[in-house]
Each structure stands twice: as C-alpha cells, then as structure tokens.
C-alpha cells in the first residue's frame, strides 16, 4: 500500500519560510519523480515544483521560481519542498505526489500517488 505522507504546513506571515516534508512509503521511491502541487479555495490544483528520480533535475512554476527549492532523499524516501520569501497568494493545500518515470510532469494526470494535503496559510 503506497502511502504519502506530508507534514509541515502552518500558519505564516508574509515574507517568513516554511519547509514541507513528504514521507513515502510503499513504493520503489527511486523509480518515481515526485512532484508538489497546491490548490487555492476556489481554484484548480496547480503545479509548484518536481524533481527527477535522482533529483539531478528540478522545474519550477514561474509563481515559486527563486522562492522554492525541491529536493529529495532517496536513501530516507523523502521529498521536501523549502519556500522562501512566502506571499499570501501561496495560501493553499499542498499536495505531495508520485508518478512513475524519470522526469517530472507538470499535470496532474501524471501523477499515480497523491498524500492527503498539508495547508498552508499566508497572512499579509
């Protein structure tokens, strides 16, 4: 049974950081690109960040670019997402996820696991 689990999300004012963490289990974490993606009330998911299965390649939505950074353990089953310089437009559910391949995928179709959520608020 795969399971994905984050942890991490919190209540933050602008400008402050805050550091998400997904535990993976269930799965060969090293044959998986991972991927974090957010939802905002009202909108639709969208993409924030993935790396590849080695983690030697990133991509960024332009939103976060300079302000997050993925980075993944593959010995620990781990993947972290550190946002910097947060913004109340970064207010939104965090969603770690896994799809099957090498590279990341910017939808959400690409994506075979899902974790249940962390929220994360921005005040101004």
């Known amino acids: 049974q795969v399971q994905l689990v984050e942890s991490g999300g919190g209540l933050v004012q602008a400008g402050d950081s805050l550091r998400l963490s997904c535990a993976a289990s269930?799965?060969?974490?090293?044959?998986?690109?991972m991927g974090w993606l957010r939802q905002a009330p009202g909108k639709e998911r969208e993409f924030v960040a993935g790396i590849s299965t080695s983690g030697g390649s990133t991509d960024y939505a332009d939103s976060v670019k300079g302000r997050f950074t993925i980075s993944r353990d593959n010995a620990k089953n781990t993947v972290a997402l550190q946002m910097n310089s947060l913004k109340p437009e970064d207010t939104a559910v965090y969603y770690c996820?896994?799809?099957?391949?090498?590279?990341?995928?910017?939808?959400?179709?690409?994506?075979?696991?899902w974790g249940q959520g962390t929220q994360v608020n921005v005040s101004s």
């Open positions: 269930g799965l060969t974490f090293r044959s998986y690109y």
């Open positions: 996820a896994a799809g099957v391949g090498v590279i990341p995928r910017r939808v959400e179709l690409g994506y075979d696991y």
